[in-house]
């Protein structure tokens, strides 16, 4: 087994007295097969990108850029329909406080000429009774006037009766007024 080590070692040291100076990238001898490579591998790499990659990258960016003009169209169409709607209702809410006002100034209207109405009927009824308490007050002092003249012609019969303890006749108590009405 110890043999072995041995032998191991002498491989690995041979290539290195060859004449290698250790790394493969500073060995010349072997730049022109990693050129060669490093070739086919950039022209390899530049074919798949050319020809797949940045068309599918360019595609899928095309497609997005679409997809984001598109909804971006969408969005002004909706707030475009959507500022109409709004003004649409808006314009309703104004048509709407107009006809409010119209018939709150209807009923308004409406409502002085009953009252005024109601008032005309109420001041004609008034009128009315006030004309008839006036003719019931004219016809009681008319009939308080009338018993005036036979209250006093008593009142004064009592007083001369008092005074001179005779009872006058009504001639006398007639001609007494007579002569005070003419004076």
Do not use: C
């Not at 007295?17 to 060995?27: E, W, Y």
């Not at 095309?62 to 003009?69: K, L, N, Q």
């Not at 009939?143 to 003249?149: F, N």
């Amino acid at each position: 087994m110890a043999a072995s080590p041995t032998p191991i070692t002498h491989a690995a040291a041979a290539p290195a007295d060859a004449g290698s100076s250790g790394l493969p990238q500073f060995d010349t001898t072997q730049w022109p097969g990693q050129m060669a490579w490093i070739l086919i591998i950039f022209v390899v790499m530049y074919v798949l990108f050319a020809r797949v990659f940045v068309p599918r990258m360019a595609n899928t960016i095309a497609m997005r850029e679409d997809r984001i003009a598109g909804d971006i169209g969408d969005a002004q169409r909706m707030k475009a329909r959507a500022d109409a709607e709004a003004a649409a209702a808006q314009q309703e809410m104004a048509d709407a406080r107009a006809a409010a006002h119209r018939l709150a100034a209807d009923a308004r209207a409406r409502a002085q000429q009953e009252a005024a109405a109601s008032d005309a009927r109420e001041q004609a009824r008034l009128a009315e009774t006030l004309a008839q308490a006036d003719v019931r007050i004219l016809t009681a002092r008319d009939e308080a006037m009338a018993h005036v003249r036979e209250i006093a012609l008593q009142a004064a019969s009592a007083m001369v009766e008092r005074l001179t303890g005779a009872v006058p006749t009504v001639g006398q108590l007639r001609a007494a007024q007579e002569r005070i009405g003419q004076a």
